[in-house]
């Protein structure tokens, strides 16, 4: 990544405050530095344990001279009766602790707060993950230009917007399984309400999904982790619907600093629990796209039921895979599986198990790797999709199985796993295996092989990749949405400063108070610097 005229002197001043969630601190890392490479100073502010989870990677492109810092808010769970050090939504063991969960990150608008108002200048922007609303009042009361950050697809986005404003939820009710078809949308699309269900749509956190929808149509302005090659349709209809200005920035991942270095890639997120050297050298040694990737994700647990049928069909498979098998980490009859009834043994010619966190983009972006059985998370999906991997789709929850229509029924590179339903049902009850060990050798065996189609499949997930680095790229689609996102803000910062001014909570702009030439029109020598070199 270049950091197009960085200056001694700090500049535009960002914020970001991501969701203490894996599938959303690593994208709004990524986002810093992209953010920080043209130019402004990016603060990224979290939590004690997530500070430690990503503090190599910010200290990584602090050393490369972009102006990135992480500053730890403190995280009040314990107020609400969580364990100390409970910070990550990954570290959630009983899913009755969302609600207190959820009401922690929600009590953090008091250290924001506090933090801003020691600020010597105001910032320009407060870039918010859109599952942090409680941004918006600290945003109003010192007049900081607000953005809202969304970590899903713009599909999903989309799609769960047109079926709440058309009443389809309304009309389905505690129905879960109905089907119905997702009205006013640019691509067929059908599920039901458990396959379609948003962010904060379940009982009990009304009132914070209402907090959501607000700060989202009070914010300046939205990001988007995809790209308009990929989901233009889905993109402008999202801002149309919201009469919002949006940018896709994304794939964050695709990024060159991303891509690029390999001790950025192997400690993405958190500090592996494997050597990714030795996972990089075991990869060496199998041939071009012979190798299956198996992940999870950092929330989704299989049942231990789910686990042995998964563990049999890729035994039965014949295939090298890679296994990022976090269950065996907490689950007695999943670690049973692998040591006692000796499955680990039995494999340890083709099969790599990773038991805990992976080097996920180190994996994927190994030639040898030619298959990713991914819950399509939407990083997952976006670091599948960069890395030109067909998936085996394997949805769990929340916006997820929308990833498997986009990535299977849109866009032709992914294979079903045969997934009906989410693992949980809206009540918790777990609704046990779902594929059997017979499925999963016969969906490996297609997304493998797959004959023509296979090859196909293959063929169009490398353009993908190719039209994804191309977004990220000095004049690709997501470069130039980023830097029209900074221009904007740098004069709506401006405006904002000058009808603040009286407010006797204001702090003086640091784009205002450096001057002009220092902030403002920095960016605009920046951008010209950036189409002109
Ligand atoms: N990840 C990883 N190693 C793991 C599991 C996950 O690096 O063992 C990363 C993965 O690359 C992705 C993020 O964690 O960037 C997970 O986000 P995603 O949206 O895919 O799923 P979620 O964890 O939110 O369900």
Redesign the pocket.
């Known amino acids: 990544m270049h950091a197009v005229g960085l200056m001694a002197a700090p500049e535009m001043h960002f914020l970001l405050v991501p969701l203490v969630?894996?599938?959303?601190i690593?994208?709004m890392v990524d986002l810093a530095r992209l953010i920080a490479a043209r130019g402004p100073r990016v603060t990224i502010l979290t939590t004690p344990v997530n500070a430690a989870r990503n503090r190599p990677a910010v200290d990584a492109a602090a050393n490369a001279g972009l102006a990135v810092e992480l500053v730890e808010l403190p995280f009040p769970g314990p107020q609400l009766g969580l364990p100390e050090g409970l910070e990550n939504a990954?570290q959630m063991v009983d899913r009755t602790m969302y609600l207190k969960f959820f009401q922690a990150i929600w009590k953090m608008a008091d250290p924001l707060e506090e933090y801003v108002r020691a600020l010597p200048r105001r910032p320009d922007c407060l870039v918010a993950d859109s599952c942090n609303p409680w941004t918006a009042g600290v945003c109003a009361a010192f007049g900081i230009p607000r953005l809202v950050m969304h970590?899903p697809s713009a599909y999903f986005l989309l799609a769960v917007h047109n079926l709440s404003i058309h009443g389809v939820y309304d009309r389905v009710g505690d129905d879960e399984t109905e089907e119905f078809e997702v009205p006013d949308f640019p691509v067929r699309a059908v599920g039901s309400k458990a396959t379609f269900r948003g962010f904060f749509q379940w009982p009990g956190v009304e009132k914070e999904q209402q907090d959501v929808l607000d700060a989202e149509a009070t914010a300046d302005g939205m990001l988007i982790n995809t790209f308009r090659g990929m989901e233009g349709a889905f993109v402008d209809a999202y801002a149309k619907a919201l009469g919002k200005r949006t940018w896709a920035v994304g794939p964050t991942?695709a990024a060159s600093a991303v891509m690029g270095d390999a001790d950025a890639k192997a400690g993405?997120?958190?500090r592996?629990d494997v050597d990714a050297g030795h996972i990089v050298s075991w990869l060496d040694a199998r041939p071009q796209a012979s190798v299956l990737y198996i992940?999870f994700?950092?929330?989704?647990q299989l049942p231990a039921k789910q686990v042995e049928e998964l563990a049999r069909g890729l035994e039965a498979s014949g295939r090298p895979f890679v296994w990022?098998i976090?269950e065996a980490k907490a689950d007695v009859a999943v670690r049973a599986l692998l040591d006692d009834e000796g499955f680990e043994e039995r494999v340890k010619d083709r099969g790599l198990l990773?038991r805990?966190?992976?080097?996920?983009?180190t994996i994927l972006s190994h030639p040898a790797v030619g298959g990713f059985l991914?819950?399509c998370?939407?990083?997952?999906?976006l670091?599948a999709i960069s890395h030109g991997v067909p998936a085996l789709t394997w949805p769990n929850f929340a916006d997820?199985f929308s990833s498997e229509r986009l990535l299977v029924d849109v866009l032709r590179v992914g294979v079903r796993s045969g997934v009906k339903l989410p693992a949980m049902s809206s009540t918790g009850v777990d609704v046990g295996v779902q594929v059997t060990s017979e499925d999963v050798e016969k969906v490996v065996a297609e997304l493998m092989d797959g004959g023509t189609e296979g090859v196909a499949r293959r063929s169009r997930a490398k353009e993908l990749a190719a039209e994804a680095r191309a977004a990220m790229e000095e004049g690709g689609s997501s470069y130039t949405d980023l830097g029209d996102m900074i221009r904007y803000v740098s004069e709506l910062s401006r405006t904002r400063c000058h009808e603040k001014k009286a407010s006797s909570t204001s702090l003086p702009s640091m784009a205002t108070d450096l001057g002009s030439k220092n902030g403002h029109e920095k960016i605009e020598a920046d951008a010209a610097l950036s189409v002109h070199s």
């Open positions: 969630a894996q599938g959303h690593i994208p990954d970590c991942c993405r997120g958190n592996a992940s994700g950092s929330i989704a990022a976090k990773v805990g966190w992976a080097p996920q983009v991914t819950h998370g939407w990083n997952a999906t670091e997820q």
